[in-house]
């Protein structure tokens, strides 16, 4: 299924990608076309597409017809969710706003405890980042890092942050292999590439602050081993967490739904959240054939969350990221680029991470990669650029599917559960949801429901506001490329590629 704008048609200009887009330190897109290029792409070029790398645009990149469409590898055999259907009642115990991870996980637990429940998506059931995520699973540890955060906070409750990321892995396991869903789970490991010799130092004293606080596992990956793990030439060395692993997102989302409907929960698609009001002890909810009453309100919309839903959208920026599904490359291809099948990242301020497929058919890639907004021909050519640091084989054709999605970054970059004017916000996983959204859930509806063991090490964070938040999204892109610029600098300086 293509759930994007439909692809833009692609020039008559044949042009090997290879002769004219070369990666300057870091994923710069400098393109040199002719004089006789150019003036044959100006007319239908017309625009030119910063890539989220800062320095320069797609140049003359659209010279080229694309082989790639607009389309969501993971929809791919995989149909959308197909609600019940059944007539909306006037009023409902709980409204949950949003059918993401976040929301579907909330309504099975909430109807599970005899409450009813009522689901309203706006667009298909998992439209937002639940269906085109990475699929990776892990602990998911706060961005800041034991250092950081016991700066921030003190080390006690540094430790219960990191620890929260260990409790959300086994609260996900446990429930993977519970409720038997169909979702591809593996517990694969991860690679993590060090981009210098300086990245790796850093990252094995993080792994060890962290064994020594949370017990976290960690392997560390000499240079003489990389291949053992990689079959990318970009590396220092490494390190593998074995308590990483990847899934099949959408048919997650398809097995949360499921669950969530078989414990009675009314999942309505299709139907937007106009606006949320208070009344009396209890709310309003506006959609646009009626007003419906609710005891409770959840908003689950994480990225996608916009002035309808204020106050959530108030609390997070959402930030594109941009997944490429290479075509089928073939199991030995893959073998060779991952010999481990193993999740894949990299130091960084601004990285890509990448996996194979469930089928180790083809390689998917994903970050800041390419600007969401371009042709589907341009993003191609800047996908290509970028990778072609860790794979220079792989040229833009070879990038068969892309698609983005809206992440949602907090100010404290942590995730958030809390009671706002009496709505309940969950979300705010700074990139890092599928686990993070189950574990939030499930303390949510302990919450919301009274039981035993809703505390989080969050609770006392609040849901910060985003200060200037009209800006925030220009404030974030600008900071993207700040960050690509430092990650040059730094590489520049120190010698190395990166
Ligand atoms: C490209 C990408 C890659 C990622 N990779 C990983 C990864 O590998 N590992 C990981 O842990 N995390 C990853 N994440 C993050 C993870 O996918 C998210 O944190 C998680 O899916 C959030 O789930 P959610 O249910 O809170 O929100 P979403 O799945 O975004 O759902 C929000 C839903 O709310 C709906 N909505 C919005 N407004 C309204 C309204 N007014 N009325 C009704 N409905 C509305 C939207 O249509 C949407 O379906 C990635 C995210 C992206 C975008």
Known sequence: MADDPAEPPGLDVELAASDDVRAVAGYRVALQPTRSQVRRSAPAAGKSYDSNYGGDDNGGSDLQRSTASLSNFWNQGVADFAPVK??????????????????????????????????????????????????????????????????????????????????????????????????????????????????????????????????????????SDLHHHTGSRAYKGGVVYPRDGGLHPKRLVNSLASRAEAAGAHIQANTPVMGIMRDGKG??????????????????????????????????????????????????????????????????????????????????????????SAPVHIQQ???????????????????????????????????????????????????????????????????MTGQPGSETAFDDLGFPHVPFRIFAPFGARMLTRYYAWLDRREFRKAGELG
């Open 381 to 447: 050519q800047q996908i290509a650029t970028a990778v072609r640091r860790l794979y220079p084989d792989l040229t833009a054709a070879d990038f068969e599917q892309i698609w983005n999605g809206k992440i949602a970054y907090t100010t404290d970059h942590a995730p958030h559960l809390a009671q706002i004017d009496g709505i309940w916000l969950i979300g705010g996983y700074c990139g890092s949801g599928v686990t993070r959204s189950l574990y939030f859930a499930d303390k949510l509806v302990r919450k």
């Open 283 to 372: 709310f309003q909810v506006a959609i646009p054939s009626a007003v419906l009453a609710a005891r409770h309100v959840v908003v689950a919309t994480n990225g996608y969350s916009d002035r309808r839903v204020s106050v959530m959208n108030d609390r997070v920026v959402p930030i594109d990221v941009t997944v490429s599904a290479t075509r089928p490359l073939g199991e030995e291809r893959v073998r060779a680029m991952s010999p481990r099948f193993h999740m894949h990242g990299e130091s960084g301020r601004i990285f890509i991470w990448s996996r194979p497929t469930p089928d180790h058919t083809r390689f998917i890639f994903g970050g800041r990669i390419s600007n969401p």
């Open 86 to 223: 059944r007539p909306l009642r006037s009023g409902y115990d709980v409204v949950v706003v949003g059918a993401g991870f976040s929301g579907l996980a909330v309504a099975s637990g909430l109807a599970r405890s005899g409450l009813s429940v009522l689901v309203l998506e706006e667009k298909t059931v998992g439209y937002g980042a639940s269906s085109r995520n990475g699929g990776m699973v892990g602990p998911s540890f706060h961005e800041l890092g034991m250092v950081g955060l016991t700066r921030k906070y003190g080390e006690e409750k540094a430790r219960s942050i990191m620890r929260a990321g260990i409790e959300a892995l086994d609260y996900c396991q446990d429930l993977f292999s519970s409720e038997g869903f169909d979702c591809a789970f593996r517990m694969t490991g991860r690679f993590r590439g060090a981009r210098s010799e300086a990245h790796l130092r850093s990252m094995i004293a993080e792994c060890k602050r962290l064994n020594a606080s949370v017990g976290l596992p960690y392997e560390v990956v000499e240079p």
